[in-house]
């Protein structure tokens, strides 16, 4: 079956770096686009930034210039390197992909960024 599973948060200040990975399995992740979403306390669910099967990427505005999506189909694994953290950045960050119709989601990790 489809899994996800995202390493990689943790604490950090403001200013600092993080990279989230997801690891993928139980389908061709090649073949597929990946995306990151995030939730942070008592708001909805925002896509992040997302990477095609082909490598073509979107970033959400709050994120560009300072977060990178990249993949790694070889290692079925997506990763968000993401510098520059502000406060704002706290949530709970979560990988996705979308196959047949159906989305998939991973557990989440925590990113708290400390002022």
């Known amino acids: 079956q489809v899994q996800l599973v995202e390493s990689g948060g943790g604490l950090v200040q403001a200013g600092g770096s993080l990279r989230l990975s997801c690891a993928a399995s139980?389908?061709?992740?090649?073949?597929?686009?990946m995306g990151w979403y995030r939730r942070a306390p008592g708001k909805e669910r925002d896509l992040v930034a997302r990477?095609?099967?082909?490598?073509?990427?979107y970033y959400a505005d709050s994120v560009k210039g300072r977060f990178t999506i990249s993949r790694d189909n070889a290692k079925s694994t997506v990763y968000l390197q993401m510098s520059a953290l502000k406060p704002e950045d706290m949530a709970v960050y979560y990988c996705?992909?979308?196959?047949?119709?159906?989305?998939?989601w991973g557990q989440g990790t925590q990113v708290t960024v400390s002022s």
């Open positions: 996705t992909t979308t196959i047949l119709l159906r989305n998939y």
């Open positions: 139980g389908f061709i992740f090649s073949k597929y686009g």
């Open positions: 990477i095609s099967s082909g490598g073509t990427t």
